[in-house]
């Protein structure tokens, strides 16, 4: 079983920055995938960013050149460092996690969700 624990969500005005992280409990292999994505309220689950087998990493337009990923293998966890920040960031923020052959940033495949951490950016 696998479980996922986010972390550093907060309130913020427009320019500001917010480092998130997510602590993956259980067995995640090197085969396994780990997204960040975000939910606000009326809209669907948006992929933000992924890192893949490779390292290689993807980033949704919206959050590109704002938002960077990354991943500590040796304590499992994945951090989201958010700069910039806009009052259309506004969301609960959830990292996602399971085993694939390339890295989604889609919902549906991802089994395995952490609770969430709510990002509010004000003017």
């Known amino acids: 079983q696998v479980q996922l624990v986010e972390s550093g969500g907060g309130s913020v005005e427009a320019g500001g920055s917010l480092r998130l992280s997510c602590a993956a409990y259980g067995y995640l292999d090197g085969s396994a995938c780990m997204t960040w994505f975000r939910q606000a309220p009326g809209k669907e689950r948006e992929g933000l960013a992924t890192i893949d087998h490779d390292g290689t990493t993807s980033y949704a337009d919206s959050v590109k050149g704002r938002f960077t990923i990354s991943q500590d293998n040796a304590k499992n966890t994945l951090d989201l460092q958010m700069n910039n920040l806009k009052p259309e960031d506004t969301a609960m923020y959830y990292c996602?996690?399971?085993?694939?052959?390339?890295?989604?940033?889609?919902?549906?495949?991802?089994?395995?969700w952490g609770q969430g951490t709510q990002v509010t950016v004000s003017l």
């Open positions: 996602a996690a399971d085993w694939m052959s390339t890295c989604l940033m889609v919902a549906s495949p991802f089994r395995y």
